[in-house]
């Protein structure tokens, strides 16, 4: 079974930082990462993509609204994945969820991902 357990949501204010984390394991079998990601869900909004990372290539691509601002980064001995939040904004509340991708493929979309974290919540007061 994978597991991926996320970390380091919180409250901030607008213009602050934050730096949320997500661990991956397995237990009983060998779990290969091929890409990770970030998705969020704003209240009374569908989840969206956020940013994701190609595991062995480090490559990265960003939604526009956190270009700039939001860097996702992997440590591949931890098979853990970041995302390094700064100038945030209110309209950045939401939960955060990460994600990952096991086989070779699209890694752009909620459904590319098939592994889900249970989510952490990130609130930005104005």
């Known amino acids: 079974q994978v597991q991926l357990v996320e970390s380091g949501g919180g409250l901030v204010q607008a213009g602050g930082s934050l730096r949320l984390s997500c661990a991956a394991s397995a237990s009983g079998r060998t779990f290969t990462i091929y890409a990770m990601g970030w998705f969020r869900r704003a209240p009374g909004k569908e989840r969206e993509f956020v940013a994701a990372i190609h595991w062995s290539t480090g490559s990265t691509y960003y939604t526009d609204s956190v270009k700039g601002r939001f860097t996702i980064s992997r440590d591949n001995a931890k098979s853990t994945v970041y995302l390094q939040m700064n100038i945030l904004k209110p309209e950045d509340t939401a939960v955060y969820y990460c994600?990952?991708?096991?086989?070779?493929?699209?890694?752009?979309?909620?459904?590319?991902?098939?592994?889900w974290g249970q989510g952490t919540q990130v609130t930005v007061s104005s």
């Open positions: 994600a990952a991708r096991a086989s070779p493929g699209l890694w752009y979309t909620s459904n590319d991902f098939g592994y």
